[in-house]
């Protein structure tokens, strides 16, 4: 490997927290390809791009999905139910960590939690 395969991104040390859908997740995907560390939440069941093709060899299945594939490289991922107290305070102890919180949920949504 070359050394210019080590230079960390000019967004290196920057945590962000994505509570994004299609909408939202190619921001998260430049933040990620520039050196940010971006954690996706997903939902129990998985994000609804999850469900949009194309698909590796034409079969349908959320883990085969090549555009959302495309729109999460350079992301780490968990998944959260937000609908859970447990999931709420999880979700809450990693938004305190983050410096940015990428969202593209109703507006009050997160207020709500």
């Not at 997903?42 to 194309?54: I, K, S, T, Y």
């Not at 959320?62 to 709420?88: Q, V």
């Not at 999880?90 to 207020?111: C, H, M, N, S, W």
């Amino acid at each position: 490997m070359s050394d210019a395969q080590h230079v960390p991104g000019p967004l290196a040390g920057l945590r962000v927290l994505e509570l994004a859908d299609e909408k939202g997740q190619f921001c998260g995907k430049l933040l990620g390809d520039l050196g940010a560390d971006v954690v996706k939440v997903e939902p129990p069941g998985g994000e609804a791009a999850r469900r949009v093709g194309p698909y590796l060899d034409d079969i349908p299945h959320p883990d085969r999905s090549l555009s959302f594939w495309y729109y999460n490289t350079s992301k780490r991922g968990i998944t959260l139910d937000l609908e859970t107290a447990e999931g709420r305070g999880l979700f809450k102890r990693l938004a305190d960590e983050a410096d940015i919180v990428l969202e593209t949920r109703q507006p009050g949504y997160l207020g709500s939690l």
